[in-house]
T-cell receptor, first 114, second 110 residues
Framework: DTAVSQTPKYLVTQMGNDKSIKCEQNLGHDTMYWYKQDSKKFLKIMFS???????INETVPNRFSPKSPDKAHLNLHINSLELGDSAVYFC?????????????FGPGTRLTVL | DAKTTQPNSMESNEEEPVHLPCNHSTISGTDYIHWYRQLPSQGPEYVIH???SNVNNRMASLAIAEDRKSSTLILHRATLRDAAVYYC???????????FGKGTHLIIQP
């Protein structure tokens, strides 16, 4: 069983469209995250959710919105896609407390905006 | 946030030990030292973390300098599957997001 899964693996879309990336974890973790890896391979935290509450938002444009229907899922919605949104997006999860230092990452979703 | 400095790349031979250095001269007392790695076309993978004492797990060992201004990730016997980008990350107690730098691209020669 995959611990942290993401769908789709690849997403190609036109500028201006709205798209979603889904993430699910079966580890029973309390906290989930979204990271963005750009073309220069820098990985940056975008959001983290803990018990349905947003606890980090690293100056991400409000076109990006995380939505968590339950503790096992954290989906990423992106409105009005721009060329600069092209990147690989990684979902991750962790427990709370001391164990939050160990994060488990999904395989990534490569988003290409044309 | 305190910064880390790592070599851009390192090369090693298969079945030999690998020592990956990380400098963090501005580390504060509450910063934990974490190591993650990212294999090609995969998400990052937790390797090890520590605060002051050296740490060992099934994947690697972490040696932390007495003044905590540097640390070394040790892979005891490198395999081709260890070829990846290795990230040294500082996290303050209480923070949740990871701040990744450029990392060290480890190349393993057969």
């Amino acid at each position: 069983d995959t611990a942290v899964s993401q769908t789709p693996k690849y997403l190609v879309t036109q500028m201006g469209n709205d798209k979603s990336i889904k993430c699910e974890q079966n580890l029973g973790h309390d906290t989930m995250y979204w990271y963005k890896q750009d073309s220069k391979k820098f990985l940056k935290i975008m959001f983290s959710y803990n018990n349905k509450e947003l606890i980090i938002n690293e100056t991400v444009p409000n076109r990006f919105s995380p939505k968590s229907p339950d503790k096992a899922h954290l989906n990423l919605h992106i409105n009005s896609l721009e060329l600069g949104d092209s990147a690989v997006y990684f979902c991750a999860s962790s427990r709370r407390g001391e164990a939050r230092y160990t994060q488990y990452f999904g395989p990534g979703t490569r988003l290409t905006v044309l | 946030d305190a910064k880390t400095t790592q070599p851009n790349s390192m090369e090693s031979n298969e079945e030999e030990p690998v020592h990956l250095p990380c400098n963090h001269s501005t580390i504060s007392g509450t910063d934990y030292i974490h190591w993650y790695r990212q294999l090609p076309s995969q998400g990052p993978e937790y390797v090890i973390h520590g605060l002051t004492s050296n740490v060992n797990n099934r994947m690697a060992s972490l040696a932390i300098a007495e003044d905590r201004k540097s640390s070394t990730l040790i892979l005891h016997r490198a395999t081709l599957r260890d070829a990846a980008v290795y990230y040294c990350i500082l996290r303050k107690g209480g923070a949740d997001g990871l701040t990744f730098g450029k990392g060290t691209h480890l190349i393993i020669q057969p």
